[in-house]
């Protein structure tokens, strides 16, 4: 994997957009102070292809992607990988409720011949090729393939640790063993070993859970099957007898039941010939009716009477006059005596408001005057006060001056400077300010005051005019109504005859009203005579209606008491008849049900004889269904057998495969807790690992020094020095960096040969500090890092903050920090 360009914004420290280009830059160097962002480039393409970054602390650690008050954190990579160009983007959002995920995530393959270059920095995902991957889950399968690396991997071989060279060199044998497990994956024993010791232990209980099953299977062999097999058999011919039994059974029960309807047939014929009888009273039902027609007849003569009498009254009210328009006369009369008295009264008071509302504008007038008097010494105080204020600046800029100098001012030579004056021209103009300004408010208050005092008068005055010309126009109108009036005492007793006709039309009215009711009354009692009567045959027709089918004599609707006589006495004659034939249809039922429950005897026979106790009472189905049951669960116990000697073979086998595989688990577990298999990988790793570190230390030291390891301790061969084997730890510091960054891309080298995909080691950046080394050492460490960017196989780029060693590197990439972002400038070719 090799990066070619790289976009951020709102990542980290790199609030505004920010472009690194990586394109030609085959040796190259973050430079820059401590803490100005030069490893958070380097996280940015851990990000970009994994999202995660080693010193956040896993995907928990997703919060620290956004810049400071940010929203929105936004990461671009463009690599190249096995000869072919990507694009992976991630985008960070924080929700409202303060929540940081992943808002999107892709991976597109670009089209060959793609000029990076052309690439905006707004982070679209569109048009950048074909889309592998647009989630998060996606990315994850996606960028493996297209790397060759897992995260753990490439943050190992391609992004090598800050301060980690040393350490893998310099540790004791035990712990560089945990390290070569964690790396290489070793522990993948340790975990086999687990789960086989875990599975022997499961297998173990599983055998005891079979042996309980098997325990309670003990019953459902093959004697037990073949009883319950004969059972099934009886059960079987039980259900074919009673079916052929039943319907016999049915054939005499069904006799017995029509003889009990004929029976019950003619018990019902008496109940309803016993219930044909007169009832009290019907004799008086047609006396009561003609009685209520009479009364009726009478009723409307009186209302006729009634009516007459009250139409002449009303005839002679008429011809009097109308109450209405004699009383609003007397009203008009009434209301002209109070009118006549209130005029005298309206005209005073306009007088009075006349002569207030004049004496009010007087005194706004005075008001007015003063207020503007008041204003003119407010603008006289200011022009002093702006005087008073160009004569302190003069006075102040005297301070400054001196005889003989040029004035700062009109840059004119000063012959003789002026004495300073006392006290302040400014405070005197404030204080005269201030007295002007309070007698302009006083003088504005008054003027307000009085003014509003005299446009209320005045308002009062226009509402009481108004009053007056609307009272004396109410006067003409009420006068001009009285012309033609007779006088008040015509008009009373006027109204004094009409009262006396009012009073006799309304005890005629009464009269009236009374004789109706009289009538109302008739009426409803004929009308509740004739429903009597009605009802009275409707109950006759009812009770012959009951009897129809017996056909009864026909009936006289002119005499209610002969139809019911009538009807009464041929009831009694068909009873009679009846009561015998009821005697001998009892006679054939009794026989009948003798008939039958010597049948139902014989089935119930069947099911004794097979074993099982008697249905007690149902219908003939239930018989059937009883031997069906029977023989259903005869079924099922067979079944329940069969499946449980079925089970029990099923868990035989189980069980002998479980007790093998438990074995094999609890074999596999004892030869791994031994530590041979894993300690055998470890020491095989380990050669592999210094004979590639002695192959890159040779290259890197002009062929001075090999690696080797005995006892799990590292030495060095010096070909310089006759082959004299040396501890690593009596290296010199350039030397232990060369030793560790053989050690460090061997290791890179084997881990990408453990990858499950084809691994493009195609670069690699050193985040090293380099603060700590002399200078011979650090010449050493910059030869050897030239060294190994000529040997022309991966880009190399280290992280450093030391310029005697990035002045060596032909391109720099300066980051730079100032208050609110991260900045990076490209430094060389």
Not at 448 to 461: S, T, Y
Not at 475 to 488: I, N, Q
Not at 492 to 511: I, N
Not at 713 to 740: C, K, M, W, Y
């Amino acid at each position: 994997m090799r990066p070619l360009r790289l976009d951020m914004a709102g990542f980290t420290v790199f609030r505004e957009e920010t472009t690194v280009d990586f394109t030609d830059a085959d040796y190259f160097a973050l430079v820059g102070p401590t803490g100005s962002g030069k490893s958070t480039v380097l996280d940015g393409i851990c990000f970009a292809l994994y999202g995660s970054v080693p010193r956040w602390g896993g995907s928990r650690g997703i919060g620290n992607a956004l810049a400071p008050s940010a929203t929105e954190a936004r990461v671009r990579l463009v690599f190249e990988s096995a000869g072919s160009r990507y694009v992976a983007t991630r985008v960070v959002r924080r929700d409202g409720r303060g929540n940081v995920k992943t808002a999107g995530a892709g991976l597109q393959l670009m089209p060959p011949g793609f000029d990076v270059t052309r690439l905006d920095t707004g982070m679209s995902l569109e048009d950048l090729g074909d889309v592998l991957a647009g989630t998060p889950a996606e990315m994850d399968s996606a960028i493996v393939e297209a790397v060759g690396l897992p995260y753990e991997q490439f943050t190992s071989c391609v992004i090598l640790p800050q301060g980690q060279f040393a350490d893998f060199l310099h540790a004791k044998p035990a712990t560089r063993q945990q390290i070569l497990v964690n790396l290489l994956g070793l522990h993948v024993y340790e975990e086999v070993q687990a789960k086989a010791s875990t599975r022997a232990t499961k297998a173990e209980a599983q055998l005891a859970t079979l042996d309980q099953l098997l325990a309670g299977l003990t019953d459902a062999d093959d004697e037990a099957v073949d009883a319950a097999e004969t059972r099934l058999t009886a059960m079987r011919e039980l259900t074919r007898a009673v079916e052929q039994a039943v319907p016999q059974l049915s054939v005499v029960r069904v006799r017995e039941t029509e003889l009990a309807a004929a029976r019950d047939a003619i018990a019902g014929e008496l109940a309803v010939l016993a219930r044909v009888k007169m009832p009290a009273g019907s004799a008086k039902v047609a006396e009561a009716a003609a009685a209520a027609r009479a009364g009726a007849e009478e009723a409307a003569a009186g209302v006729r009477a009634a009516e007459e009498r009250e139409e002449k009254v009303r005839g002679e009210l008429a011809a009097a006059g109308d109450a209405g328009s004699l009383g609003l006369l007397l009203d008009r009369h009434l209301e002209l005596d109070r009118l006549t008295g209130q005029a005298e009264w309206f005209a005073g008071e306009v007088s009075v408001a006349e002569v207030e509302y004049k004496d009010a504008v007087a005194a706004a007038d005075l008001a007015r005057a003063a207020h503007t008097g008041a204003e003119q010494l407010l603008e006289q105080a200011r022009l002093e006060y702006a005087e008073a204020q160009t004569l302190d600046r003069a006075a102040a800029l005297r301070a400054h001056l001196t005889a003989g100098h040029d004035c700062p001012v009109c840059a004119q030579p000063v012959t003789e400077v002026p004495p300073m004056p006392e006290g302040s021209a400014v405070q005197a103009a404030e204080r005269t300010g201030k007295a002007a300004r309070a007698a302009a408010d006083v003088a504005s208050t008054a003027f307000k005051q009085r003014d509003a005092v005299a446009r209320e008068l005045e308002r009062g005055l226009d509402r009481k005019r108004a009053q007056l010309e609307q009272h004396r126009s109410r006067l003409t109108e009420v006068r001009a109504a009285l012309a033609d009036s007779p006088g008040v005492d015509a008009l009373r007793r006027q109204l004094e005859e009409l009262t006396k006709l009012q009073k006799k039309l309304d005890h005629a009215g009464a009269a009236v009203r009374e004789a109706r009711d009289t009538q109302r009354r008739a009426h409803a009692a004929v009308t509740a005579a004739d429903e009597q009567q009605r009802t009275a045959w409707r109950s006759f027709d009812t009770v012959r209606d009951a009897v129809a089918r017996f056909s009864p004599p026909p009936a006289d609707r002119d005499d209610l008491a002969a139809a019911w006589s009538t009807l009464v006495e041929w009831a009694r004659t068909s009873a009679r008849e009846r009561e015998a034939a009821r005697a001998e249809a009892a006679a054939a039922v009794e026989a009948a049900h003798a008939e039958t429950q010597q049948a139902r005897a014989a089935v119930l026979t069947l099911f004794t004889d097979a074993g099982l106790n008697a249905p007690s009472g149902g219908a003939d189905a239930d018989l059937i269904r009883a031997a069906a049951v029977a023989a259903e669960r005869a079924e099922a116990a067979w079944q329940r057998l069969v499946d449980r000697r079925e089970q029990a073979r099923e868990l035989a086998e189980q069980r002998a495969t479980l007790l093998r595989d438990g074995r094999v688990a609890k074999a596999l577990a004892g030869h791994l807790r031994a530590n041979n298999f894993e300690r055998w990988l470890l020491e095989e790793a380990l050669d592999l690992l210094v004979d590639g570190a002695s192959r890159i230390l040779r290259e890197l030291t002009g062929g001075q020094y090999d690696l080797m390891h005995d006892k799990g301790e590292f030495f060095v061969i010096d070909h310089h020095d006759a082959g004299l084997r040396r501890g690593v730890r009596t290296l010199s510091g350039g030397e232990t960096f060369q030793a560790s960054l053989a050690l460090a891309l061997a290791l890179s080298e084997q881990l990408a040969g453990m990858s499950t995909t084809a691994a493009s080691l195609e670069s690699i950046v050193l985040d090293e500090g380099f603060g700590t080394l002399d200078a011979a050492t650090l010449d050493v460490v910059a030869a050897t890092l030239e060294n190994l960017a000529a040997r022309g196989d991966r880009m190399v780029g280290v992280v450093t903050h030391v310029n005697a060693l990035a002045e060596r590197v032909p391109v720099r990439f300066e980051v730079h920090k100032d208050a609110r972002t991260a900045y990076v400038e490209r430094v060389g070719l």
